[in-house]
């Protein structure tokens, strides 16, 4: 199985922060790596897709980059509506994994 | 627009059964792969299963297999999870996701539905 690690596993910034979250796969998948943005009680949503490409909605601060086996998911300035949990998602192969979560929190 | 509901959860007992579904509407469910994922209470998100869009490729996740089936009938837009020999450890919120391409791999999970709670207890 592919394991995705993400790093930090928890954050804390400021609302105008740049930050960066990173995810690491244990064997390549090329670029078969998809961000997810999940709030308090509700479905996740998809905000990045193939690793860098944005997903319909999702505003434009929200940027995705990588190949292989090293992703990151930046937000560029971060609202009061970003601070939520980030999941990172291979589906290169089954069994499709996730990362363990990067929880955003409020400096 | 797309929307998925999931339905069939609630409280069972450890060793038994139980069966999920998820009715899908605004757009052609034939075609497309759907996955089931599932969130214990406060962790992280967990794959479970997936079939491709004509039901004949499926795969699950090791911590489910021969124990959970997952099933389609697109007659009725519907994606069926069941569930057997239930463990505690089953217990999570399920999803139900569509992934916008009709086999099993290689594509984003686009759609969402809100998830049904299944507790496994004695």
């Known amino acids: 199985d592919i394991q995705m690690t993400q790093s930090p596993s928890s954050l804390s910034a400021s609302v105008g922060d740049r930050v960066t979250i990173t995810c690491r796969a244990s064997q390549p998948i090329t670029r078969y790596l998809n961000w997810y943005q999940q709030k308090p009680g509700k479905a996740p949503n998809l905000l990045i897709y193939?690793?860098?490409s944005l997903q319909s909605g999702v505003p434009s601060r929200f940027s995705g980059s990588g190949s292989g086996t090293d992703f990151t998911l930046t937000i560029s300035s971060l609202q009061p509506e970003d601070f939520a949990t980030y999941y990172c998602q291979q589906s290169y192969t089954t069994p499709i994994t996730f990362g363990q979560g990067t929880r955003l929190e409020i400096k | 627009q797309v929307q998925l509901v999931e339905s069939g959860g609630g409280v069972v007992q450890p060793g038994r059964s139980l069966r999920l579904s998820c009715a899908a509407s605004g757009f052609t469910f034939s075609y497309y792969a759907i996955h089931w994922v599932r969130q214990a209470p406060g962790k992280g998100l967990e794959w479970v299963a997936v079939i491709s869009f004509n039901g004949n490729d499926k795969y699950y996740a090791d911590s489910v297999k021969g124990r959970f089936t997952i099933s389609r009938d697109n007659s009725k837009n519907t994606l069926y999870l069941q569930m057997n020999s239930l463990r505690v450890e089953d217990t999570a919120t399920y999803y139900c996701?569509?992934?916008?391409?009709?086999?099993?791999?290689?594509?984003?999970?686009?759609?969402w539905g809100q998830g049904t709670l299944v507790t496994v207890s004695s």
């Open positions: 193939a690793a860098s």
């Open positions: 996701v569509r992934a916008p391409r009709p086999h099993t791999t290689m594509a984003k999970f686009d759609h």
